[in-house]
């Protein structure tokens, strides 16, 4: 094609393009002024009737010229007298679709056709299809109307929320739909391993050897560190039987490979193996995409379309050329229409890259996508013998081992298979087993910090409890979770959610573990002061509103309404009940006269403080006491009486109990009076 000033062209098409978003919704003072030019209460909460796009604005306020320039490309373009059709060529996702709708819409053009091109890659061959096979935008205005009802909630969460917080506080917190959850999960587990106190108990185990080997059994008795006594007459009356093989089971089995993979579950491998951040596999499989070498990467499905089988069969006629031993499957495990949202699951495409063209992280990603689809297809089984043994002590308890030796590598030859083979000892059914029973000190051990496959995971289905992965476990649940909107973020918008939360200073990732830093600390510990719950049960609810947008059961309007009536609750006065208030007002309010030098006591950013204190007045008071947050309205009765108000919902720090008390002034200090 020839080359023109934003665009290029030949005699069938132009092509031009919006670098990421052009436009961005309006601003609350474009709907609300305010004259000062500064956050205020006096506009918020603000829920536009009808939400408005302006051109990209930089951080001086002004129009981006760059983008401005580009929009009046594309306008011109559109209202040319001899173009007849538009189309939507955006990425293929609601972003994609609605940051071209947007443009085409503000042009201002009409009575042209309109029409989308959907690529589930970027290949010569699939372009040309593609082109040949598009359909009306029309049919697509659900999936719009899903990205629109999206980027408004979002908008209305995000600039609402983030100015009420930053202004209680004093500092820029930022509060999102979805940053917020994802922040909260990975200090909820920071502090449940920051308070853990482990636990001594007491295994029963046995390690003797039978045959020259050393048999190992434990046993499924626990006993408490204060039991000693009573594990050690369990491991006498285990030790005065005998234990005899009762049983001996093994069979050849085929080993399956893992399914092909979705964006997160490749980015779970990525993680772990190469210790790869979720930004930068992103980063890495868009250059993959764009130039070909592999599909769609914001796919949420490890399936392929069963209406994808020809184009599947021309992929594995030149992956069998790198001289894997492929061939074509129909199976449920890989074909399943029920299983795909919008994409099938990532593959390479039937266009190879050669050695020389990809960069050592390239070919990390291409590697890992091409090995796992030549597992899939591959013609050799992956053969073993599995073995079990049970061991019976007398008539108290029956143990079981299982070992797993492989007999045929099969597709484990070209992906990761990390299970090693375990070899049981040559023991036959009645064949007695030396035991010496013994109670086994062991200690509790902390719940582990999320890595970017744990928090994904969690991420993907927040209500499903943490568990490795077993073999050949139903996925139903998992897709389920996805389809009704359980999942927060999506697969599309979750990497750089947490890529922001990291830019934030909230959490930060070190090899491939997350860890809370004293920022999202904060952030969290602010929010619950200001009774903003922005947990995994409130985005998920608006998950599933955004869902039935999709499948067209309700309107952008009504998932809107949700979200205006949750942000409508947080900015209401709350319990007026002195006990139970925890408003602790806005950083700069001041709760009344210093007590020690007569000058104002105002709120800041961890509690109240007396103005004085550059002279050197110390008075001050935290606005959280043993995990309750003093409320101004408490505050300001103990600056003028005294005393404040019997308050509930203190927790003593050392046994855990709530007890209720007032706070009272005693030598310029705040202290218990009961």
Known sequence: MKKAEGCLYDDKYIVTWAFGH???????????????????????????????????????????????????IIKSLCIREDVDTIVNAGDSDREGEIIVRICVGKTGVSGKSFKRLWLPDQTPQTINKALSEMKDEAEYENLANEGFARTYIDWLY?????????????????????????????????????????EIYYAIVSK????????????????????????????????????????????KDTINPGKLYSLTKLQNVLGK????????????????????????????????????????????????????????????????????????????????PSKDSLSDDEYKVYSTIIRRFAAVFCSEECVAEKNEIKIKVGEYEEFTLKGTVILEKGWTKYDDYTK???????????DEVSIDFKPCEKETNPPKHYTIETLNNYLKNPFKEDKQNIENESDEEEYRAIFEGLEL????????????????????????????????EFLIESLVRMGISMDKYKTSELGRALKKVF??????????????????????????????????????????????????????????GCCGYREGCKFSVNNVICQRTISMANMRQLLETGKTFKIEGFVSKRTGNKFAAQLKLENGKAVFDF
């Not at 796009?53 to 983008?67: A, M, R």
């Not at 209401?572 to 007569?598: H, N, Q, S």
């Open 273 to 352: 193996k190469y210790k790869m951040s979720m930004e930068e596999s992103l980063k890495i499989l868009q250059g993959l995409y764009e130039k070909g070498y592999v599909t769609y990467p914001r796919t949420n499905s490890e399936y392929l379309a069963t209406a994808e089988q020809d184009k599947v069969k021309s992929i594995i006629a030149e992956v069998k050329k790198l001289g894997y031993p492929v061939e074509f499957k129909f199976k449920k495990t890989i074909f399943d229409d029920s299983k795909i949202e919008s994409h099938s699951a990532l593959t390479p495409t039937y266009k190879l």
């Open 158 to 198: 995000g600039v609402n929320l983030t100015r009420y917080a930053t202004l209680k506080t004093g500092t820029l917190l930022r509060v999102g739909r979805v940053i917020v959850p994802i922040v909260k999960a990975i200090y909820d587990r920071d502090m449940q391993i920051r308070n853990f106190k482990p």
């Open 208 to 251: 003797a050897e039978t045959k020259g080997e050393e048999i190992e059994l434990s046993s499924k008795e626990k006993f408490s560190k204060n039991e000693l006594k009573k594990a050690q007459e369990l491991c006498d009356r285990y030790n005065a039987e005998k234990a005899v093989v009762t049983s001996k089971k093994r069979k």
């Open 420 to 430: 090693k083979d375990k070899i049981l000892p040559p023991l036959e059914v009645g």
């Open 489 to 520: 973020g999506t697969e599309a918008t979750r990497t750089g959610i947490i890529d922001n939360a990291r830019k934030s200073k909230y959490i930060q990732l070190k090899k491939d573990v997350y860890t809370i830093l004293p920022d999202g």
């Open 551 to 608: 499948r067209g059961e309700i309107e952008i309007k009504d998932g809107v309404a949700l979200a205006e009536k949750e942000i409508a609750e947080v900015f209401k006065k709350r319990e007026e009940k002195p006990e139970l208030d925890t408003d602790d007002g806005f950083v700069g309010d001041i709760a009344g006269k210093c007590p020690l030098c007569g000058r104002d006591v105002v709120r800041t950013r961890y509690g109240y």
């Open 22 to 72: 052009l436009f961005s919704l309006a601003d609350i003072e474009d709907y609300s002024p305010n004259p000062d030019g500064r956050w205020s209460l006096k506009n918020i909460p603000c829920f536009p009737e009808k939400f408005e796009f302006q051109l990209k604005k930089g951080k001086d306020k002004s129009v981006d010229p760059g983008v401005k320039r580009q929009f009046e």
